[in-house]
């Protein structure tokens, strides 16, 4: 019968690292995750800053460009912003037709 190694210890503390490989197994698959949920975040970050917004001088609401409320704005009175919050720090409010 051979004689088994004892499990190693952590060299401050002396705990039992007999539990480390399930230990980095979970962290592992919580890493995957965390950057499964970064990446779409990354993906609403630029759906929300990609620029293409617009609004009329006198209207209290912004669109994105291929809205159809954007369609109707008087090219006269047309101003443009370049991310979803550079209009909400003008004091427009998002079209809730287009969702900008």
Known sequence: MAVKDPPPRCPECGQSLAAAPDSFRTLALENQQLRQQI????????????????????????????????????????????????????????CKTCRS
């Open 39 to 94: 990446a779409e975040l990354r993906k609403e970050v630029l759906y929300w800053n990609a620029g293409g917004f617009v609004s009329s001088e006198i209207a209290k609401s912004f669109h994105r460009r291929d809205c159809k409320w954007a369609e109707a704005i008087n090219p006269s009175y047309m101003i443009e912003y370049e991310s979803h919050e550079e209009a909400v720090r003008a004091g427009k409010k998002p």
